[in-house]
């Protein structure tokens, strides 16, 4: 777990605020056979795989971090632009550019700065620009139909094609979501690991959104979790009631 989840850093370089979810659920899984082993083994293949990183931001920039990315303090600033609503807007594109830095990674790092002293000028705004993003990013999943029927389309969709892909698309992203929160609900506090790890993953994520840019596809990656949260659930509730006694006889 702790390789793949390296290696991952070098595709999304935000996959490292997983590493806490993933060694909880370590030591869940590991209760009875050293789980103190378990995640620090897991610590450790993590760091071993992002060696080259690390090294890397010591000697370029004298930082201790397994960042993968020039753009993550741009990401802070458009996270916290509440005009935007979060999301990635021009008027903060313009505004990087003009930065100082003469590299990518310095005006970033300096946009990044800004982004800190707009949830250190108005917490309870930035409080507020957080909830409307965790809408934002959980709310609907629409944008598959919108890249494959609407973005840049000549010529345009048929209306009533595109209204039944969205159509499509939020009654079976709401089925996913209501079953999998039956899942959770109906673990109680002796949620299987598999559901621990998803529930984590969900909120380490979130959490991460809070702050930085949010798009609804940024959930699309963790869709599987849910699917199969719902999946295990619904089988297992008419598992029960297939297996249920016959009444008795009167």
Same mark, same amino acid.
């Given at each position: 777990?702790?390789?793949?989840?390296?290696?991952?850093?070098? =595709?999304?370089?935000?996959?490292?605020?997983?590493?806490?979810?993933?060694? =909880?659920?370590?030591?869940?899984?590991?209760?009875?056979?050293?789980?103190?082993? /378990?995640?620090?083994?897991?610590?450790?293949? #993590?760091?071993?795989?992002?060696?080259?990183?690390? /090294?890397?931001?010591? &000697?370029?920039?004298?930082?201790?971090?397994?960042?993968?990315?020039?753009?993550?303090?741009? @990401?802070? $600033?458009?996270?916290?632009?509440?005009?935007?609503?979060?999301? #990635?807007?021009?008027?903060? !594109?313009? $505004?990087?550019?003009?930065?100082?830095?003469?590299?990518?990674?310095?005006?970033?790092?300096?946009?990044?700065?800004?982004? !800190?002293?707009?949830?250190? %000028? %108005?917490?309870?705004?930035?409080?507020?620009?957080? &909830?409307?993003?965790? &809408?934002?990013?959980?709310?609907? %999943?629409?944008?598959?139909? #919108?890249?494959? $029927?609407?973005?840049?389309? %000549?010529?345009?969709?048929?209306?009533?094609?595109?209204? !039944?892909?969205?159509?499509?698309?939020?009654?079976?992203? @709401?089925?996913?979501?209501?079953?999998?929160?039956?899942?959770?609900?109906? @673990?109680?506090?002796?949620?299987?690991?598999?559901? =621990?790890?998803? =529930?984590?993953?969900?909120?380490?994520?979130?959490?991460?959104?809070? #702050?930085?840019?949010?798009?609804?596809?940024?959930?699309?990656?963790?869709?599987?979790?849910?699917?199969?949260?719902?999946?295990?659930?619904?089988?297992?509730? @008419?598992?029960?009631?297939?297996? /249920?006694?016959?009444?008795?006889?009167?």
């Amino acid at each position: 777990a702790g390789l793949v989840l390296g290696l991952s850093q070098y =595709v999304r370089p935000s996959s490292f605020v997983l590493l806490p979810a993933f060694v =909880v659920v370590a030591l869940v899984a590991a209760r009875d056979s050293g789980p103190r082993r /378990a995640a620090a083994a897991l610590v450790l293949a #993590f760091g071993l795989v992002l060696a080259p990183v690390i /090294a890397d931001n010591w &000697v370029r920039y004298g930082e201790f971090s397994v960042e993968t990315s020039s753009y993550a303090g741009f @990401g802070l $600033l458009v996270g916290t632009n509440r005009e935007a609503g979060g999301r #990635f807007n021009e008027a903060d !594109a313009d $505004l990087l550019r003009t930065l100082p830095g003469d590299t990518l990674r310095e005006r970033s790092d300096a946009a990044g700065r800004i982004g !800190a002293e707009r949830i250190v %000028d %108005d917490p309870d705004g930035f409080a507020g620009l957080a &909830v409307r993003k965790l &809408v934002g990013m959980w709310g609907e %999943d629409g944008y598959a139909v #919108f890249f494959a $029927l609407e973005w840049e389309r %000549d010529p345009p969709t048929a209306p009533g094609l595109l209204l !039944a892909g969205y159509l499509m698309s939020a009654l079976s992203w @709401g089925f996913v979501t209501v079953a999998a929160a039956y899942a959770v609900v109906r @673990g109680g506090p002796a949620m299987p690991t598999w559901l =621990v790890a998803a =529930v984590l993953i969900a909120g380490s994520v979130t959490l991460l959104h809070a #702050f930085v840019e949010v798009q609804p596809r940024y959930h699309a990656y963790l869709t599987p979790l849910w699917i199969a949260a719902a999946g295990v659930a619904l089988a297992r509730r @008419g598992a029960r009631g297939a297996a /249920a006694p016959p009444p008795a006889p009167r």
